[in-house]
Nanobody, 128 residues
């Protein structure tokens, strides 16, 4: 099992940046593909980005490419989400998620049902 704890959320003005972190417990972090999802009030959970176990493969929601970057440091058991040029519509609760797999990312990575472990989330609020 793995436990996930997100941090780094907060309030930022439009155009600003935030970096979210997700710290994982356990000694097998490098065996997990990791994802970031977000959920705004009244909306469904939405895929943001995913990264393979090695960090060599990444996926992004089309609408976020170029603004968001996912990365991981397996030595620190941490995955990051760098968010730049933030917009009001990026306001949401952001969750990290994990699934034990060393498969390359495919379309399954977009589906939150594929992930077995979830953090509690961190709020990101972008003001105009």
């Amino acid at each position: 099992q793995v436990q996930l704890v997100e941090s780094g959320g907060g309030m930022v003005q439009a155009g600003g940046s935030l970096r979210l972190s997700c710290a994982a417990s356990g000694r097998t972090f490098s065996s997990y593909a990791m994802g970031w999802f977000r959920q705004a009030p009244g909306k469904e959970r939405e895929f943001v980005a995913a990264i393979s176990w090695s960090g060599g493969n990444t996926y992004y929601a089309d609408s976020l490419k170029g603004r968001f970057t996912i990365s991981r440091d397996n030595a620190k058991n941490t995955v990051y989400l760098q968010m730049n040029s933030l917009k009001r519509e990026d306001t949401a609760f952001y969750y990290c998620a994990a699934v034990m797999t060393t498969l390359d990312l495919r379309s399954w990575a977009f589906d939150h049902h594929e992930y077995d472990y979830w953090g509690q989330g961190t709020q990101v609020t972008v003001s105009s």
